[in-house]
């Protein structure tokens, strides 16, 4: 019941307070990374940054490397190590290339993580910094909808520290207190209900990749940001939310609430409410897991509640936005469905920003995928990373199938 608490026990502080953090961050190039970087840079040296490791781009990886004087700049992609080495050289930070590079930097001795990677491809590297006892401030929630109880499993067996970055956890995470799980009657998490808020389903169903990128409140990547706007993300992180608080889908709440202002909220069983409140500026909860349990001062945004004057709550339109609906049945049916829900959605959001399916068709082929795993008994619950990631191997075979054919969640439409 209490798995996810443990995960994150609030009680024992691990180092001496005001002493001087080891940080590692994957995906150090990209939004949270670079919100990451203005935090460590504004924090009057409180962190000693070992590693940094990115995807594709060495000119930015090795200026992150250099502006946060890391000594270690690892990248995805082994093509980039040329450039890499050169932008760094004369630096004395060592530059290394490939999957093994990444995780090579996610296994540098440090007091903290930051998983920041984008999409599945941090499910390794991250869990490769788990596996050798670090604690990891998570951001990249796809490796908790992929492996989530792996990855809670490892977290409670090195006794090592998930600390949750996604604005709706870590707001609820500070919501909580020092809560037992058996007095919250519900988690709240709040969802800006994106760029289609007040469309029609017709309108969403033809919405470009440039207006599905128009985030009303938050600049991230782009593929969180497509999430986003189909209330994907949302699902994904009532998914997340389950594992990082050991919480049962029944007790678990989706809000429209367009200001996102209030991230999370606790209900607890004698009717008591508490909620995490900030601007909308993640360098509010990474500080929060980089200092934790202390307390960093920063120049994220300060909340006005004045300014902002109304908030406003709604209940999610599940018709408008059937992607959050595909991603809670697929916590509620269990097995390993999350985790195919995980791979389709990347193959899905990727198609749809080269333009080859609609936005009305990513949740389409989301389900399909989920439909066909379920028919062909390739969807069973993993339990290991390498289960995990065979499930989602055969998951992305099977929406790169239908999406070729065209076959099993309607006709595919171009916008
Ligand atoms: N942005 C936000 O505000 C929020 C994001 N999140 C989550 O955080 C994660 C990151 O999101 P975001 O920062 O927006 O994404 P971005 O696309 O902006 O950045 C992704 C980062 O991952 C790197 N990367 C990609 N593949 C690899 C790889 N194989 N190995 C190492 N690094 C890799 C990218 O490098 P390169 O650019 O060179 O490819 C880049 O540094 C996602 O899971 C997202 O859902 C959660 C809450 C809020
Ligand atoms: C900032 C953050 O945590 C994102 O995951 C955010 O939740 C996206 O906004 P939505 O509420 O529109 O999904
Ligand atoms: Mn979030």
């Known amino acids: 019941m209490t798995l996810g608490f443990d995960v994150q026990d609030k009680t024992v502080p691990r180092r001496k307070p005001g002493a001087r953090r080891s940080v590692v961050i994957l995906g150090a190039t990209g939004s949270i990374g670079t919100s990451t970087a203005d935090v460590i840079l ?151 209900g994106g760029p289609f808020r007040s469309w029609t389903a017709e309108a969403i169903a033809k919405a470009t990749p440039e207006q599905a990128l ?30 990082i608080f050991g919480i049962e889908a029944e007790r678990l709440d989706v809000l429209v609430h367009a200001q996102s202002v209030v991230h999370g909220l ?38 006005d509640l004045a ?24 916590l509620r049916t269990g097995q390993g469905l999350p985790t195919v829900l995980n791979a389709a959605n990347e193959v899905a959001v990727e198609a749809f920003l080269n333009r080859r399916i609609s936005f009305h068709d990513i949740a389409r082929l989301v389900e399909a995928c989920c439909e066909a795993a379920l028919r062909d008994g390739t969807a069973a619950e993993p339990a290991s990373i390498e289960e995990a990631l065979a499930v989602d191997h055969i998951a992305r075979e099977s929406a790169r199938t239908l999406l070729a054919r065209g076959e099993g969640f309607g006709k595919l439409t171009t916008c």
């Open 42 to 192: 504004n924090s009057n040296g409180a962190f000693d940054v070992v590693a940094v490791a990115g995807g594709r781009d060495p000119i930015a990886l090795a200026k992150v490397a250099r502006e946060l004087g890391a000594r270690f700049a690892a990248l995805a992609d082994p093509s980039g190590y040329d450039a890499l080495k050169e932008a760094l050289q004369g630096t004395g930070i060592k530059a290394a290339a490939g999957r093994e590079a990444v995780i090579e930097a996610a296994l540098q001795p440090a007091d903290i993580v930051v998983g920041a990677i984008a999409g599945t491809a941090g499910v390794e590297p991250t869990y490769a910094a788990l596996s050798a006892g670090r604690t990891v401030a998570l951001a990249n929630k796809e490796c908790l909808v992929c492996a989530g109880a792996v990855f809670i499993h490892q977290a409670k067996a090195m006794g090592t520290r998930l600390l949750p970055v996604d604005s709706e956890h870590n707001a609820i995470f500070q919501a909580l207190g020092d809560a037992d799980s058996d007095t919250i009657e519900m988690m709240t998490l709040t969802a800006s």
């Open 214 to 243: 128009k985030h009303p409140n938050w600049a991230m990547g782009s593929k969180v940001t497509i999430d986003s706007a189909g209330l994907m993300n949302k699902g994904l992180e009532v998914i997340e939310a389950h594992h």
């Open 266 to 303: 606790v209900a607890f069983r004698d009717g008591s409410v508490t909620a995490g409140l900030a601007a909308p500026d993640m360098r509010v909860p990474i500080a929060h897991c980089l200092s934790y349990p202390e307390r960093l001062t920063t120049r994220a945004r300060r909340l």
């Open 307 to 330: 300014a902002v004057g109304q908030l406003t709550f709604e209940r999610p339109d599940f018709d408008r936005f059937p992607a959050l609906r595909v991603a809670l049945d697929a």
